[in-house]
Each structure stands twice: as C-alpha cells, then as structure tokens.
C-alpha cells in the first residue's frame, strides 16, 4: 500500500469521532500536568536542568516514560524542545513553577490528582444512588477528606481563590455595605479573601469567619498582614450547628455544595442566630434550556465531589422560601456569578412546598 493511501487527511476524519477524542483526550493531558506539576518538574527545568535523563535522576522517574509526558505538553504549548530530548519552559510553562505568583500548579494538584481522578471514576455510581464519588471511593465526605489531608486542602484553597480571584473587589463594588456598625460573617469563607477584601472596602464593618479548622491558619495569616486582626475574626465551627450572630451572613460558592435539605439547615442556623439578619448568597445562576453555561459543567463536580448542585433563580427562589426567606433581589456582578440577597419572610413561617409555577419555570432564569 502506497504512503499516499495511508495519509489520513482532514476531511477523512468523522467530525463526531473527532470532537469525541478532544474532549476524551483532554483527560490524558490534565493527568500529564499532573505528574509534572507533582515532580516540580518545571522548576527543575528553570534550575538548569533541561535532559530528560537529569530530570528522571533528580525525580526518580523512569526516562522514556517521563519524556513522552513532557513531548505531549510540549506540543501543547507548556515546553519546547531545543534539541533531541533536551528541554525548556515556554512563558506557559513558566506558570508551572511553585515560585511564580498565582496558583496554577495547585489548580492542577487540586483538579487533576488522585481525589479528583479516583472520585470521579464513580461517576456511574453517583449517577446511579445519588452518593458522591469521594464518598464511595474514599469512605468519607470531601471535607472530612480535606480534614485528612492538610497539603491537599492548601491546593484546594487556593484553587478557590483564584478562580474567583476577581469576584471579591467585585462584590465589594457592586454590593452596598455601608450601614454603620454592621457585622459580617462570612459563613465557610475558606483563606478570608472576601471578608478581607470587604472590610477593606467599608472600614467602619466588622468581621467573623466561620469555617473549619483546616482554613484557620491562611485565614489568620490573611487578616494580620493586611492589619484586620482587630476588626476580624476566625471563629472554628460547623454551620450545620450554630452560626454566630451578625447583620449580614455570607455564603459565597456554599450553597451550591449542599443538597436542598443541608441549605435550608444552614439557613436555618442564621435565622435562629438573628432573625432580622439578611443572607447573601454568592453563586452562578443556571440558564434554562440548551444554552451552554459553565455552571452546568461545574454542577457535574457536585455531582462527583459533594453532592449539592448548580441551581436556576426559579429553584433558588424555592428553596430560600422553604428556609422562611424572600429572594429580594439580584445583584449583578463583574463575574460569572451574582450576589442574591435573601431577607426574611416578613410572614415569619416556612414552607415545605413552593408554587409548581415556580418550581418548573421555563423562562429565563438567569
């Protein structure tokens, strides 16, 4: 057979099939940044140490094998091959190393290692019962994982914040903090990048973040080097129990996390600790229909990591009447995200059921 009928040229390839191995393949290359990303392999390049056979000695890695994972990012764009198995970083491949500001190596740590990878494996399984793939593929929920597991809870923070990096002078823009003497409790508020930033923006606010142990560290160190110690606060504590007191609680990418049931608890939880207070609640809205929107991308991590999900304005205005709350309004915001806030039903009671209307809405949710 000729080499002119072994060519495989461009129009000879089904586009379904090809469309179907970019995104399979997408896959592959997360993994390879992964093993680059978890060898340092980036900064060892930077140091000098452009061989691969330098790289296995320093990594400890098998040659050939680590060369094919560095030539596939190569051709990707993250090195560059100066001369037969000899490399170097490209500008993109300069955001791999652990010195450079911002988070992309732990955004890989975190999105592409061994809980991401392992958990959704039983994508089947949670599609199937309901139960996330943390919990069948390590016994335990995401959080307690995290409790586990202090370095991978660092990535894991710090993946949060920077893929919301910009939301928070945002929110501070657009949302109106400026009654005297309010306190702000930023409920699960992570390293304290919001609350920080807020207080930064409204000097006369005060501050208190809740959230679990592993998050007290950054949070703390956040608060002291921007000389917020005296107006802000770390408090220990499961939202799921109590809730410290405050004018205005925050839950800013929380809801998502927790199925109907979990969020009216949370909710709860902030009208028994001051039932005047209001609630904003930071999320993506999902647009109804066929439109592609991020979020419904992101609900499927829900789906596999903690078992809440993605909800439309319709569904969000159901459950916060469940909880004994008004969706008042909707705040855009410089993001992907909007700010809503919720106040309390000024009849007081709850509900267990909402409008089927509402419920079912079909119009434009966003």
Request: hydrophobic share 40%.
């Amino acid at each position: 057979m000729s080499s002119e009928a072994l060519e495989i040229t461009q129009e000879s390839v089904d586009p379904a099939q090809e469309k179907i191995l970019q995104l399979i393949s997408s896959q592959w290359l997360a993994r390879s940044l992964y093993v680059v990303a978890k060898l340092e392999v980036a900064d060892l390049v930077a140091d000098g140490y452009c061989s691969v056979t330098q790289l296995a000695e320093k990594t400890q890695m098998h040659p050939n094998s680590l060369y094919r994972v560095i030539r596939a990012l190569a051709s990707t764009g993250y090195f560059t091959e100066v001369a037969p198995r000899e490399f170097e970083l490209t500008p993109l491949g300069t955001s791999l190393r652990k010195d450079v500001p911002g988070t992309v190596r732990s955004t890989i740590l975190a999105l592409a290692g061994q809980l991401q990878w392992e958990s959704w494996g039983e994508t089947l399984h949670s599609v199937r019962t309901g139960e996330t793939g943390v919990k069948k593929a390590f016994g335990i929920s995401l959080f307690d994982y995290l409790g586990e597991n202090p370095e991978e809870a660092i990535w894991f923070n710090e993946t949060m914040e920077s893929s919301h990096s910009t939301e928070a002078p945002a929110v501070a823009r657009a949302y109106d903090f400026s009654e005297a003497e309010k306190t702000i409790v930023d409920l699960g508020g992570g390293s304290g990048d919001l609350l920080s930033t807020i207080l930064q923006a409204y000097p006369q606010a005060k501050g208190v973040l809740l959230d679990l142990a592993h998050a007290a560290e950054q949070a703390n160190e956040r608060f002291e080097s921007l000389g917020l110690s005296g107006r802000c606060t770390f408090v220990k504590g499961n939202f799921f129990e109590s809730v410290p007191k405050a004018d205005v609680y925050i839950l800013s990418h929380v809801i998502h996390d927790w199925t109907d049931e979990q969020c009216i608890t949370i909710l709860e939880n902030c009208r028994q600790a001051n039932p005047a207070a209001k609630v904003l609640i930071i999320e993506m809205l999902i647009p109804s229909g066929d439109t592609f929107h991020p979020g419904k991308i992101i609900d499927l991590q829900m789906l596999a990591l903690l078992g809440g999900q993605e909800r439309t304005k319709a569904e969000y205005a159901a459950l916060f009447a469940r909880a004994g709350y008004t969706l008042a309004q909707v705040v855009s915001i410089q993001s992907r995200a909007c700010v809503l806030e919720v106040i309390p039903d000024s009849s007081g009671s709850t509900t267990d059921s909402y409008p089927v209307a509402m419920q079912t809405q079909t119009g434009d949710d966003s």
